[in-house]
């Protein structure tokens, strides 16, 4: 019986990946930590990635033919502030993960994010040395290279401002927040120099399920394939969902100030994924067609 282990799948992309996995996969199991939920049809476990042990006992319990590990410290301006949990979490969590499926024979997908980038240039392929300006993005490196260590067949999947429907937990995403505050009548101001490629979760947990039932490893970049500043992201997102675009106003990142920096322009190319699978990336507008429907 193949069988998935979702690992941070009470989360919005693992939540994604676990429902789609039953399509791919005879069982599912998706591992929560703080937010217990249900996916119908498929196993849940709780897990905290930081140990080892534990970690190992799941892998060796489960007999998982795939991982795809999703869980993550997230918050780029928490991780600033709090170096050492995202070192446990962003590091240390994806080597334990990664030594456990080493062990098991088991293939690894783990999820890291353009943030590996400086931003100074864009247009970054799998090719392009990363250069990371701040902690999650250091610490997302520091994974991807513990990852790479310990079990040289595994993939390592960068995606980019990942949005979709959270069923599972209140916590927003870019176009959720955005929604939110538009139909709220409430004025929103995005970035216009910070130049992103958006992922929507539910194409991309599709995408990520076939790279692990391939026979592939190494980098892969698998986020959307269309450039825009969070500014045009946030006109798409009102046109999509039919709302009066006059409360999105345009604001500079350097007005505002963030704890940590963020890179201006760290856009990915998909062409390396898009070959391996043989598909098109969706448009933006199409995917917020997608989101709309099925809200
Ligand atoms: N969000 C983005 O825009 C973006 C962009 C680029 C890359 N990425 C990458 O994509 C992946 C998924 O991101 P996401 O936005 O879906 O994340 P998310 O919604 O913040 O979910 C994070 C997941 O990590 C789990 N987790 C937290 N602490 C844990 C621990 N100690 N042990 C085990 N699991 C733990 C959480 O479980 P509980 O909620 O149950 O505590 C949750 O399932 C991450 O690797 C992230 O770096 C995200």
Not at 69 to 90: I, W
Not at 113 to 142: A, C, W
Request: charged share 25%; net charge negative; glycine share 8%.
């Amino acid at each position: 019986m193949s069988t998935l282990l979702v690992i941070g799948a009470s989360g919005l992309l693992g939540q994604h990946i676990a429902e789609r996995g039953k399509q791919r996969f005879e069982r599912v199991i998706g591992t929560y930590h703080a937010n217990p939920f249900q996916i119908q049809g498929a196993g849940v476990q709780g897990l905290d990635i930081r140990s080892a042990k534990t970690v190992s006992e799941l892998l060796e319990r489960e007999e998982p033919d795939s991982v795809i590990l999703c869980s993550a410290l997230t918050g780029v301006d928490y991780c600033e502030e709090h170096p050492e949990e995202a070192v446990a979490l962003n590091e240390k969590g994806p080597l334990n993960v990664a030594k456990a499926c080493n062990a098991q024979g088991t293939k690894l997908l783990h999820i890291s994010t353009d943030y590996v980038f400086d931003g100074k240039r864009g247009d970054y392929k799998e090719t392009d040395e990363p250069n990371p300006i701040n902690i999650y993005g250091k610490t997302k490196l520091g994974g991807e290279k513990k990852v790479l260590e310990s079990t040289p067949n595994s993939i390592i999947a960068r995606i980019c401002v990942v949005y979709g429907w959270n069923r599972n937990t209140p916590k927003k995403n870019f176009v959720t927040w955005v929604l939110e505050n538009l139909e709220g009548g409430e004025p929103v101001e995005l970035f216009d120099d910070q130049i992103v490629t958006p992922t929507y979760a539910d194409e991309v947990a599709d995408i990520l399920l076939r790279l692990v039932q391939k026979d592939v490893s190494g980098v892969f970049h698998a986020s959307g394939s269309q450039k825009v500043s969070r500014y045009e992201f946030g006109k798409h997102i009102a046109e999509a969902f039919s709302i009066n675009l006059e409360k999105l106003a345009p604001v500079s990142m350097q007005e505002v100030g963030l704890p940590a920096k963020r890179p201006k322009d760290s856009s990915l190319i998909v062409r390396k994924t898009e070959e391996e699978l043989n598909i098109k990336m969706r448009p933006l507008p199409l995917s917020l067609k997608h989101m709309r429907e099925n809200r």
